[in-house]
C-alpha cells in the first residue's frame, strides 16, 4: 500500500511537471503582432479629469497619470508594488531615515529627473497653499503634517537632495513600510502643469491626443527601461461599444445582460477593489447612541439577501479591513430580535422610526430596499429609504446631518490606516459622531509601532473595536468586471490605485 503511495505521488509530480512544461512551450510558442498593432484599446473608460498629480482624484486621471510618468514606485503587473526609480533602498539604523539611490531618468523633453525634482514635488505636496487632498500621506515626514496646517515652511520637510542620484527622506520615527504608499499618483514627479497634452512624461508613455471622445496614449521612447515597453499605443475610449467593438477591454458596466457579456471577445476577469460599503449610524443621534440598538441591526442584518444586488465581482463582507488577509474573530453576542426587544424596554418605547440615507443609483436602490426588508423583520422597527443626488448625499453626511447611512470608502494609500482615521475623534472626516478614547490610543499605538506586521495586528483590534460596538456595519467589498481580450497579455489590475497596470503588456496573435 505505501509503494502505491508513493508510486501515485511520483506520477501526480510527473504529470505537474509536464503541465508546467508545455505551459511554457505553448507561452513561448505565441507569437507577437508587429509592432504597428501592438495596441490596447480599452472601451467605457470615463476620460481623465485632472491632469496635476498633486489633484487628481478621480481613477481615470490617476490612471493616466500613472502611465506617463514613473516615480520612486509604482504598481506592476500583479498589482503589488515594486521599485520604480529606485535602484537601491536603505534604511537608518535608528530606522526613521530611507535613502534611495535612484536610476537616470528624463523627461520627453530632454529634462532629467533627479533626486532635486522629489525634494521640490513633495514639498508641493505638503505646502498648504497647494491644498492637495494627498498632503496627509506626508504627515509620517518630519515636519509633513505642520506644513500642511501652515505653521512649518516647505522647506523644513524631511527630503533632501543628497546628490543628483541619491534621495533622503526622515520620518517623525522609525516605520518599516513607509516606503509602499509612494508608488501612489500624489507621488509622480512631475515637473511642470498644463493641458494633458502640455505634459513632460518621463514614463513608459505620453499623450498623443486628448478630445470629448478619447485619449491616446503611445509609447515613449525616452523612458529608461522602453526596450521592456513592447505597447506603441493605448487607446482609451468613452464609448462602452458593448454593441460595436467586441475586442479589447470592456469593464461591465452594472445590470449588463449575460448575452451582452457572451458577445464580447475575451476572457470574463473580477477585480477586487479596496473599496468597502457600509452602514454607517450617527452615534450622535436617537436612537444610534444605543450601542445595543446598533448591534441589533448589525445582528439582523443578512448579507447573503443582498448578493443578488451586487455587480459580478463585488462580494460581502464582515470586515472594513477589506484589503486584509488574516481572520478576525469579531464577537457580537446575543440574538438580533431579543436584544432589540431589550433596547425597546430599555428606551420605554413600542417601536422605534429610522431613515437609512442612500443615493441615486439602480444598485444602491436596490440595496437599500433589501437593507430596509431585513431590518423590519425586528418586530417594531420602520425603516425610511431617503434617496439623493450623490453630491448633495455626501454634503448632509459630511455635515452630520444624517441617522444611518448606506456609505462607503475607498482607500487612498494602501495601509489598514487608511479604513480607520475616519473615525478618530479629531479627525475631519469624522462625520459618525464617534469618539472613543480606547480606540484613538490603538491608532496612535499604531502608528508609533515601527514593524509593519505588529502595527497591523493592533490596526486589527481597531477595527475589531468599531465592529463589535457596530459604530460601522460592512455590507460588501466593492470591485470591478472586464472582458479581456485573448490577445493580451501582462495586464495588471491592482487593488488599490491605478485602475490598470500596461506598462509592460503585449499584444500576441490569436
Known amino acids: 500500500m505505501k509503494r502505491f503511495f508513493i508510486g501515485a505521488a511520483l506520477l501526480g509530480s510527473v504529470l505537474i511537471l509536464f503541465f508546467v512544461i508545455w505551459y511554457g512551450q505553448r507561452e513561448q510558442a505565441r507569437e507577437l503582432v508587429p509592432p504597428e498593432e501592438q495596441i490596447v484599446t480599452i472601451h467605457g473608460e470615463p476620460l481623465p479629469e485632472q491632469p496635476n498629480t498633486l489633484l487628481a482624484i478621480d481613477p481615470s486621471s490617476q490612471t493616466v497619470l500613472s502611465h506617463i510618468y514613473e516615480g520612486l514606485y509604482r504598481f506592476g503587473a500583479d498589482g503589488e508594488i515594486e521599485p520604480g526609480l529606485v535602484k537601491t533602498m536603505t534604511r537608518s539604523e535608528d530606522g526613521a531615515t530611507y535613502t534611495f539611490k535612484l536610476k537616470e531618468s528624463q523627461t520627453v523633453n530632454g529634462n532629467a529627473v533627479t533626486a532635486d525634482t522629489f525634494v521640490n514635488h513633495f514639498r508641493m505636496l505638503a505646502d498648504d497653499d497647494t491644498n492637495s487632498p494627498f498632503s496627509f500621506l506626508l504627515e509620517d515626514v518630519l515636519n509633513g503634517k505642520a506644513i500642511s496646517l501652515g505653521t512649518k515652511e516647505p522647506e523644513t520637510l524631511g527630503v533632501k537632495a543628497i546628490d543628483e542620484q541619491t534621495l533622503e527622506l526622515t520620518l517623525e520615527r522609525p516605520m518599516e513600510g513607509f516606503e509602499q504608499i509612494l508608488a501612489m499618483p500624489a507621488f509622480l514627479p512631475q515637473t511642470m502643469v498644463g493641458e494633458w497634452q502640455e505634459l513632460d512624461a518621463n514614463?513608459?508613455?505620453?499623450?498623443?491626443?486628448?478630445?470629448?471622445?478619447?485619449?491616446?496614449?503611445?509609447?515613449?521612447?525616452?523612458?529608461?527601461?522602453?526596450?521592456?515597453?513592447?505597447?506603441?499605443?493605448?487607446?482609451?475610449?468613452?464609448?462602452?461599444?458593448?454593441?460595436?467593438?467586441?475586442?479589447?477591454?470592456?469593464?461591465?458596466?452594472?445590470?449588463?445582460?449575460?448575452?451582452?457579456?457572451?458577445?464580447?471577445?475575451?476572457?470574463?476577469?473580477?477585480?477586487?477593489?479596496?473599496?468597502?460599503?457600509?452602514?454607517?449610524?450617527?452615534?450622535?443621534?436617537?436612537?444610534?447612541?444605543?450601542?445595543?440598538?446598533?448591534?441589533?441591526?448589525?445582528?439582523?442584518?443578512?448579507?447573503?439577501?443582498?448578493?443578488?444586488?451586487?455587480?459580478?465581482?463585488?462580494?460581502?463582507?464582515?470586515?472594513?479591513?477589506?484589503?486584509?488577509?488574516?481572520?478576525?474573530?469579531?464577537?457580537?453576542?446575543?440574538?438580533?430580535?431579543?436584544?432589540?426587544?431589550?433596547?425597546?424596554?430599555?428606551?420605554?418605547?413600542?417601536?422605534?422610526?429610522?431613515?437609512?440615507?442612500?443615493?441615486?443609483?439602480?444598485?444602491?436602490?436596490?440595496?437599500?430596499?433589501?437593507?430596509?426588508?431585513?431590518?423590519?423583520?425586528?418586530?417594531?422597527?420602520?425603516?425610511?429609504?431617503?434617496?439623493?443626488?450623490?453630491?448633495?448625499?455626501?454634503?448632509?453626511?459630511?455635515?452630520?446631518?444624517?441617522?444611518?447611512?448606506?456609505?462607503?470608502?475607498?482607500?487612498?494609500?494602501?495601509?489598514?490606516?487608511?479604513y480607520l482615521t475616519q473615525f478618530e475623534s479629531d479627525n475631519y472626516l469624522n462625520s459618525s459622531g464617534f469618539a472613543d478614547k480606547p480606540f484613538d490610543r490603538l491608532m496612535e499605538q499604531a502608528r508609533t509601532t515601527e514593524a509593519v506586521t505588529d502595527r497591523n495586528e493592533t490596526y486589527r483590534q481597531a477595527e475589531k473595536r468599531l465592529l463589535e460596538q457596530a459604530v460601522v456595519i460592512p455590507i460588501y467589498q466593492a470591485g470591478r468586471s472586464y472582458t479581456v481580450d485573448s490577445k493580451y497579455a501582462e495586464i495588471g489590475f491592482p487593488v488599490i490605485g491605478p485602475s490598470y497596470v500596461l506598462t509592460f503588456s503585449k499584444v500576441y496573435e490569436k
Open 203 to 418: 514614463g513608459p508613455f505620453q499623450i498623443e491626443s486628448l478630445d470629448a471622445a478619447q485619449v491616446t496614449l503611445t509609447k515613449n521612447e525616452a523612458y529608461y527601461d522602453a526596450d521592456r515597453v513592447t505597447l506603441e499605443k493605448i487607446m482609451m475610449l468613452a464609448d462602452e461599444g458593448l454593441d460595436s467593438e467586441p475586442n479589447g477591454i470592456h469593464p461591465i458596466p452594472y445590470g449588463t445582460d449575460e448575452a451582452t457579456i457572451d458577445s464580447l471577445e475575451g476572457k470574463l476577469v473580477d477585480v477586487s477593489r479596496s473599496g468597502v460599503f457600509y452602514l454607517k449610524p450617527n452615534v450622535d443621534e436617537y436612537p444610534f447612541d444605543d450601542a445595543d440598538f446598533r448591534r441589533s441591526l448589525a445582528l439582523a442584518l443578512n448579507r447573503e439577501t443582498v448578493e443578488d444586488s451586487l455587480a459580478q465581482a463585488e462580494v460581502t463582507t464582515e470586515r472594513l479591513l477589506v484589503t486584509d488577509e488574516a481572520e478576525l474573530d469579531i464577537s457580537l453576542d446575543g440574538e438580533a430580535t431579543a436584544l432589540f426587544e431589550e433596547v425597546l424596554e430599555r428606551l420605554e418605547e413600542d417601536e422605534i422610526e429610522i431613515e437609512l440615507l442612500s443615493f441615486v443609483d439602480e444598485e444602491a436602490r436596490q440595496i437599500a430596499q433589501t437593507i430596509e426588508t431585513e431590518l423590519e423583520k425586528l418586530p417594531g422597527l420602520q425603516v425610511n429609504v431617503v434617496e439623493l443626488p450623490l453630491g448633495d448625499k455626501v454634503r448632509k453626511e459630511v455635515a452630520g446631518e444624517y441617522a444611518l447611512s448606506l456609505s462607503g470608502w475607498q482607500p487612498d494609500y494602501p495601509a489598514f490606516s487608511a
